[in-house]
Structure formats: structure tokens, C-alpha cells
């Protein structure tokens, strides 16, 4: 099983998401973090890992051939047991890596992975565009998970991308984070259902950041509490979606997109969905606890 994760504008906290998600995956299934952001990897620096093994030794092995048990291969580990593929600091080798990897068949690493039913492997792509290595990922991910802060100007952004966001996968899930427009006004707005929203946890961020230890633990936060019930969501979905063992390339593969427990008034399923208008018509920005502002987002 394959996760991509990823954003389209600015920086919402793609590589904390994914650990966070990634340490909060149920015990039964063993589950890799695999850094793949083109503009260079944050996780070796932060957790002061060694450079190799790696995203760049994944790369140069599966030039020689690729196998079911390589991803494991290549992993270090991270405070606390979650084995992780780090990808190198510096741009130009991690971009080198990504195009390496870059899935030229059924037998080759991304495929492998996706198809892998006794592992989940939770893809950090950063932030994705058309011309991205790591889109490669994404069309290779049984889901997308895309992440958006609720402000006017990301929630634009996002509604002109919605279209070639469903052409990269067709079972893209949008996380927003922090404050902002309401999840019910931004499901509204972009005929689309919202899938879960994480909150601005600064000391939560910093624990998986590597920077402090919290001594109620990473589940007591905020952050350590939303992203395990995204990841207890995904997992009740995903255990309906169809086998992996038959999937050919994801444009040949619609299917419905996994949803939380949806509030009232959400739209339907993304899969297939249009682009709108390039202006949101957000007249009244609303917090998530429903008070509302003076029409901006904060």
C-alpha cells in the first residue's frame, strides 16, 4: 500500500504530517515513511540520521533490480522504532534520486510498494506540480492525500489545480490545516468533500520536528491526536477499496475516494470531480468552532 502526501502552495507542514501519520498507523501492518520531496529531505537533519541508507542508496540499488523486500532495505529509524527512507538534504541529489526511481514497470520500486499488502508506505512528495519527480509517486499511490491551509489565497490556488489533481490520482483526499474558512464553507465552495482537518500544534510540530520531548507524548497533542484519527479513517477505507494485486496505472483505475465521517452538507465523492471557478465566493470567513470574521481567512 502507497500514500502520497503532498500540498500544492506554500508550506502547511507536509513532512510533520507524515511522521506523525506514519507513527500513528496500526501496529499490524508495518509501515515505512519514504522522503521524497524533490527540493531535498528535512527528516536526516532533524533526527541528525546518517546519509546513507537512504533515498540515494534505494535509487542506485533499484538501477541494478527491484524486489518486494528493497524499500526495508534502506531505512534507518527513528526515535521511538518508525523505519524511514530519508531522502539527502541537498536538491540536486534528491532530485537525482527521485528520477532514478521513477516507475518504468509493474516490477519496479513505486509499483512494488503500492502493490505490497503486509507493508503501508506513507510518501512525503512535498509540494506537487506537472513538472515534479515525485508526481511519479503520486500516480503510483493508491491515495493522495493533499494538504491545504483554509486561507483565500491557498483555497484559490487549490481550486484551479483541481483538475489535473484528478487526473494524478483518482482517489484524492483534501486535508486542510489550521484556521480559517470552515470545513463545511470550503467543501461547499469546491464541490468536494473534505476529509479531515489538523490543527497548528506548535509544541506537538516540535516533538516530531526533533527539537523537544513532550512528556504526554506525541498522542496527547493535538497534532498526534488529529493525525491518528486520519490515520484510523484511512485504514477503515481503505480495507474497502479494491486489491491492489490487479491495478495497472491509476488513470486506469477510477474509484471512489475514502472519506471520514462526512458532516452535513458535504459534496460527493471526488473522483471525477470538475474545476471551478478561479474566484472562491467566501464572503464570511469562519473559524472551525463556527464563529465568524470579517470575511479573511486568518
Not at 10 to 17: A, E, H, Y
Not at 86 to 103: N, S, Y
Not at 212 to 236: K, P
Request: glycine content about 10%; overall charge positive.
Amino acid at each position: 500500500m502507497l500514500i502520497a502526501v503532498c500540498s500544492l502552495k506554500g508550506s502547511p507542514g507536509v513532512t510533520t504530517f507524515c511522521v506523525a501519520l506514519a507513527a500513528h498507523w496500526s501496529a499490524q501492518t508495518r509501515c515505512v515513511l519514504l522522503e521524497c520531496d524533490p527540493s531535498g529531505g528535512d527528516i536526516s537533519t532533524r533526527f541528525s540520521l546518517a546519509s546513507s541508507p537512504g533515498l540515494v542508496s534505494l535509487a542506485a540499488a533499484a538501477r541494478r533490480g527491484s524486489g518486494p523486500d528493497m524499500l526495508g532495505q534502506h531505512t534507518q529509524e527513528l526515535p521511538g522504532g518508525l523505519p524511514v527512507v530519508a531522502a539527502p538534504p541537498g536538491a540536486d541529489h534528491a532530485l537525482a534520486a527521485l528520477t532514478a526511481l521513477a516507475p518504468e514497470g509493474s516490477g519496479s520500486v513505486l509499483p512494488l510498494a503500492a502493490r505490497a499488502t503486509d507493508m503501508t508506505v506513507i510518501a512525503d512528495c512535498g509540494r506537487a506540480d506537472p513538472n515534479s519527480p515525485a508526481l511519479a509517486v503520486v500516480r503510483s499511490a493508491h491515495l493522495m492525500l493533499l494538504l491545504s491551509r483554509a486561507h483565500a489565497d491557498d483555497l484559490a490556488h487549490l481550486a484551479n489545480r483541481l483538475a489535473a489533481v484528478s487526473r494524478w490520482s483518482p482517489r484524492p483526499a483534501l486535508l486542510l490545516v489550521g484556521q480559517g474558512y470552515s470545513t463545511a464553507e470550503v467543501s461547499r465552495e469546491l464541490d468536494m468533500p473534505v476529509f479531515g482537518r489538523i490543527p497548528e500544534d506548535g509544541p506537538g510540530a516540535a516533538v516530531l520536528r526533533g527539537h523537544c520531548r513532550s512528556r504526554g507524548g506525541l498522542s496527547r497533542s493535538a497534532l498526534g491526536r488529529a493525525a491518528g484519527n486520519v490515520a484510523r479513517a484511512l485504514q477503515a477505507n481503505l480495507a474497502t477499496l479494491p486489491s491492489l494485486q490487479h491495478c495497472s496505472t491509476p488513470s486506469n483505475r477510477p474509484g471512489p475516494v475514502p472519506r471520514s465521517e462526512p458532516a452535513a452538507g458535504h459534496a460527493g465523492p471526488m473522483n471525477g470531480v470538475q474545476a471551478v471557478a478561479p474566484t472562491l465566493r467566501l464572503p464570511t470567513a469562519t473559524t472551525p468552532d463556527g464563529r465568524s470574521g470579517n470575511g479573511r481567512a486568518s
